[in-house]
């Protein structure tokens, strides 16, 4: 590898746009998008048996068990496509999960660059995941804020779209909890390693957007 690979890390509660900025910088930036959630997603839709394994996690908004979820973005990260980095959507989500990706991006002379923590607050998460509608190739609107030009129809490439099995109000409000139990000790983990940038997730896509690729630069 000549040049050095990038690796950004997307932090920050369930809804808090994640996907929706990954996606973005990842295109922006010439960078890979990997979204464990999505990775998960696609597992189930061809039936596979980590598929499977997931999804009885996920639609009780419970996390996938740590070996698992490494060993997936271990064989994700490996492709030729990730030369140049990536952007980590819903990885690391644990404090043993970020110390498996700090050991595994040494062995690839890499280390995590940026750590944009996106901040929005309870009330608006429930909000943007009840009205949160999917295509089935990843791709994220929002009934009211980021509509799709024919309703429940993708944009892209004209097939339905669907609400997530686990953005029920009452699965959503167990997705928080296990966010500020497990995932939020990474907050501190990486404001010590001095790669955190705090974005405020309130404002709208593009000037999100905006501030992320300030953040990075
Ligand atoms: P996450 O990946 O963090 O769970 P998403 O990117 O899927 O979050 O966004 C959750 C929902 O909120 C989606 O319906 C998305 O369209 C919407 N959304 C994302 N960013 C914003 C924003 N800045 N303002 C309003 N709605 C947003
Ligand atoms: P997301 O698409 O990021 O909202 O993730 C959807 C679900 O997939 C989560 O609620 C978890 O059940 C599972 N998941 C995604 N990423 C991880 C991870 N890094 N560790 C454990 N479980 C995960």
New binding site residues.
């Given amino acids: 590898m000549n040049e050095k690979a990038t690796y950004i890390v997307?932090l920050?509660?369930?809804?808090?746009?994640?996907?929706?900025?990954?996606k973005i910088l990842a295109e922006k930036l010439g960078l890979v998008h990997v979204?464990t959630?999505d990775l998960f997603r696609e597992n189930l839709s061809q039936e596979t048996e980590l598929g499977k394994l997931a999804s009885s996690f996920m639609v009780r908004g419970e996390l996938v068990p740590d070996d698992v979820t490494i060993a997936m973005v271990k064989e994700r990260l490996s492709r030729p496509d990730c030369a140049r980095g990536a952007v980590m959507?819903?990885f690391p989500r644990t404090p043993a999960q970020a110390g498996a990706f700090e050991t595994l991006l040494a062995e690839i002379d890499g280390k995590v660059d940026h750590v944009p923590f996106?901040s929005?607050p309870n009330d608006?998460?429930v909000e943007?995941?009840s009205?949160?509608?999917?295509s089935h190739s990843g791709r994220?609107?929002?009934?009211?804020?980021?509509p799709p030009k024919v309703k429940w129809v993708d944009d892209v490439d004209g097939s339905p779209l669907y609400q997530r099995e686990d953005d029920k109000p009452e699965t959503v409000l167990h997705r928080i909890k296990v966010y500020y139990d497990q995932t939020s000790p990474l907050i501190e983990f990486y404001r010590q390693a001095g790669t955190l940038v705090e974005i405020d997730?309130?404002?709208?896509?593009e000037?999100?957007t905006e501030d992320l690729l300030e953040a990075v630069a």
């Fill in positions: 997307m920050g509660p369930p809804g808090a746009g994640k996907g929706t900025q990954a979204s959630g959507d819903g996106i929005v608006v998460l943007r995941l009205g949160r509608w999917m994220v609107y929002h009934a009211l804020y980021n997730g309130t404002k709208e896509i000037q999100v």
